[in-house]
């Protein structure tokens, strides 16, 4: 059974920091990218932050320079450092696994509020 199990999302104030976390199992093949993505009421889901296999990171324009993706490959796990929080930062955060063979998995997600 495939899982993908995140932690870390709650409240915070502007300004303030928070941290994800995601750990997957279950998934046969090998992981090749790990990421977040986020879905903010009302609209639909996109990027935030991906990792590749190979060790290239991507990032939103919208949240790079505050938002840092990692990776512990031997745990199938990924992380998000979520600095410098802004009010549309303000989303249901998932996590993303795609396999070599570019089977998609997704977490439960995540709520992140960041209030004013």
């Known amino acids: 059974q495939v899982q993908l199990v995140e932690s870390g999302g709650g409240l915070v104030q502007a300004g303030g920091s928070l941290s994800l976390s995601c750990t997957a199992s279950g998934i046969r093949f090998r992981i090749d990218q790990m990421g977040w993505y986020r879905q903010p009421p009302g609209k639909q889901r996109e990027l935030v932050a991906t990792?590749?296999?190979?060790?290239?990171?991507n990032y939103a324009d919208s949240v790079k320079d505050r938002f840092t993706i990692s990776r512990d490959n031997a745990k199938n796990a990924v992380n998000l450092r979520m600095n410098s929080l802004k009010l549309e930062d303000t989303a249901v955060y998932y996590c993303?696994?795609?396999?070599?063979?570019?089977?998609?998995?997704w977490g439960q997600g995540t709520q992140v509020t960041v209030s004013s």
């Open positions: 993303n696994a795609v396999d070599l063979w570019g089977s998609t998995y």
């Open positions: 990792y590749t296999g190979g060790g290239s990171t």
